[in-house]
């Protein structure tokens, strides 16, 4: 494969890397889930699984708090399959993000010789991520349309460089300075092996953020008692993990070991590295009492969650709504904790990822400094002053 007017190592020298890298690709091939999810997501019909849950019961909604405490059997449900379609329709979103940068990556480092199997990995990564899309899209669709005739958490398809977090601590100034971030980011990974190269490792922190959650959504169908009438959505979360499994592998074998057939950075290079795990420290500095996992700013979240509380299906006035979500928000509780706990989790998995070879890194980016000052204190202080805010508006 290697030009005989090449002299110089290639990626196709580092045997050890190149292997594992075909052994990643052919694998994938080999186990792609894309036709399942088609399938599931066209045989999703809410009304043959709107009794079950979708998720272990801990992923559901505001779990842990006084809304959920306090909810029927029936609302549980409900929160379990909102918690579904919220959390999905996140990663819908990071998705888009990831298949556009995928393709100014791989446009980048295919400048290098040998590359093209790095290449040929994205592209059929991208391919399943549209296949995970189209089954997250249409069941988040469905369902909302089925319990509100309306959209709460889904919305109308975007683009990549709309803020990556949907519910996230911004306004229309600091969004605009965003898609202004990304663009450039976009420009410069598509002419820049190493800042391409390196755009693996902020994808391989949002992965793993993904896996521990994802892999705990997984369980309801690994674990389901009859798989084949299992409720559709689980299905979905457990073909979406392993799919995602390879590209999170791909991910470190990119980021670390493909790191070695580049030259080293130029310090405008670094700069532009770790300026992109700031950026990603910051989208991942808040945790959500209303969803686990998933690092939402709670105050952007209230109004989706008031409208579920005023729904037909939870039957609360306005006042009543607003005083049991100023109980959910804005007082220490067990979901709280257990979601400061999945971002303490988090933060030491992106630690541990950086630690290990990862030279150019900053020391305040190694450190996770921006995400270690997110606390429980912080979050209900935050969550409270933005509750009065919005009680009064309300
Ligand atoms: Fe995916
Ligand atoms: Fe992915």
Same mark, same amino acid.
């Given at each position: ?206 992965? #793993?953020?993904? =896996?521990? $959650?994802?892999?705990? %959504? ?9 798989? &084949? *009438? ?22 470190? #074998?990119?980021? =670390?070991? $493909?790191?070695?057939? %580049? ?9 532009? &590295? *770790? ?120």
């Amino acid at each position: 494969m290697t030009s005989p007017f090449v002299t110089a190592p290639t990626l196709a020298d580092d045997k050890k890397t190149y292997g594992r890298l075909e052994l990643n690709l052919v694998r994938n091939r080999k186990q792609d889930h894309t036709a399942l999810l088609d399938q599931a997501a066209a045989s999703f019909d809410y009304a043959r699984c709107r009794d079950s849950y979708w998720n272990p019961e801990p992923f559901s909604l505001c779990y842990g708090t006084p809304i959920w405490d306090q909810a029927s059997p029936s609302q549980r449900v409900i929160l379990n399959q909102l918690y579904w379609v919220a959390y999905y329709s996140q990663i819908i979103s990071a998705e888009v993000a990831t298949i556009f940068f995928n393709q100014t990556s791989a446009a980048g480092l295919y400048a290098v010789e040998d590359f093209r199997i790095v290449c040929d990995t994205l592209d059929l990564e991208s391919m399943q991520e549209r296949a995970h899309i189209n089954a997250f899209k249409k069941i988040s669709d469905e369902t909302e349309h089925a319990l509100f005739g309306k959209r709460i958490f889904s919305y109308a398809m975007r683009g990549p460089y709309d803020e990556t977090m949907v519910h996230g601590d911004t306004d229309r100034l600091r969004a605009a300075w965003k898609q202004l971030q990304l663009r450039t980011f976009g420009m410069l990974s598509s002419g820049n092996a190493f800042i391409a190269c390196q755009y693996f490792t902020v994808r391989g922190l949002r992965t #793993l953020n993904g =896996k521990i $959650v994802q892999h705990q %959504l997984s369980h309801f169908y690994a674990r389901h008692p009859d798989q &084949a *009438n299992a409720p559709v959505p689980s299905a979905v979360s457990y073909y979406h993990f392993q799919d995602e499994s390879y590209h999170f592998n791909s991910s470190m #074998l990119i980021s =670390k070991d $493909v790191l070695g057939s %580049l030259a080293p950075p130029t310090p405008f290079e670094r700069m532009v &590295a *770790n300026l992109a795990l700031r950026g990603c420290q910051k989208d991942h500095f808040h945790f959500s009492a209303a969803i686990n996992g998933i690092f939402w700013y709670d105050p952007s979240v209230y109004a989706a969650v008031l409208e579920v509380l005023m729904s037909k299906h939870f039957g609360l006035d306005r006042r009543g709504a607003l005083e049991l979500m100023e109980r959910s928000f804005c007082h220490e509780t067990d979901g709280a904790v257990a979601s400061r706990d999945t971002h303490t989790t988090a933060r030491e998995s992106y630690k541990k990822y950086l630690d290990d070879g990862l030279g150019y890194v900053s020391r305040a980016n190694r450190e996770m400094a921006v995400m270690s000052k997110s606390t429980l204190e912080g979050h209900l202080a935050a969550n409270r002053a933005a509750m009065r805010s919005f009680a009064a508006a309300a």
